[in-house]
Nanobody
Framework: QVQLQESGGGLVQAGDSLRLSCAVS????????QGWFRQAPGKERQFVAA????????RYAESVKGRFAISRDNPGNTVSLQMNSLKPEDTAVYYC????????????????????WGRGTQVTVSS
């Protein structure tokens, strides 16, 4: 059974940094994409960042480009999201997602292509 467990959320001030981690268990191989999505209260879930299985292809939402960085450690089955220069509008529940198979770069932002999801971790940025 595939399970994803996020950690690292919290309450910070605008301009601070946070690092989210996602531990993936139950996978026997690393040939799958990993993504981060977020959902703010009253809003739809939105794409944040994603990375292909090799770790060489990444995509970011325009709103986080230059501030967030996604990375993965395949031997350790973890994926991380380094978030810098946080803004109040980054406040949301952040979800880690994993696909069954790799996803081509142009489609890494499609939530429908991810098969497994974590329960989320809250990130709150105060102004």
């Amino acid at each position: 059974q595939v399970q994803l467990q996020e950690s690292g959320g919290g309450l910070v001030q605008a301009g601070d940094s946070l690092r989210l981690s996602c531990a993936v268990s139950g996978r026997t191989a690393s040939t799958y994409a990993q993504g981060w999505f977020r959902q703010a209260p009253g809003k739809e879930r939105q794409f944040v960042a994603a990375i292909d299985w090799r770790g060489t292809g990444t995509r970011y939402a325009e709103s986080v480009k230059g501030r967030f960085a996604i990375s993965r450690d395949n031997p350790g089955n973890t994926v991380s999201l380094q978030m810098n220069s946080l803004k109040p509008e980054d406040t949301a529940v952040y979800y880690c997602a994993s696909s069954k198979f790799d996803i081509i770069l142009p489609r890494l932002d499609l939530a429908s292509l991810y098969d497994y999801w974590g329960r989320g971790t809250q990130v709150t940025v105060s102004s």
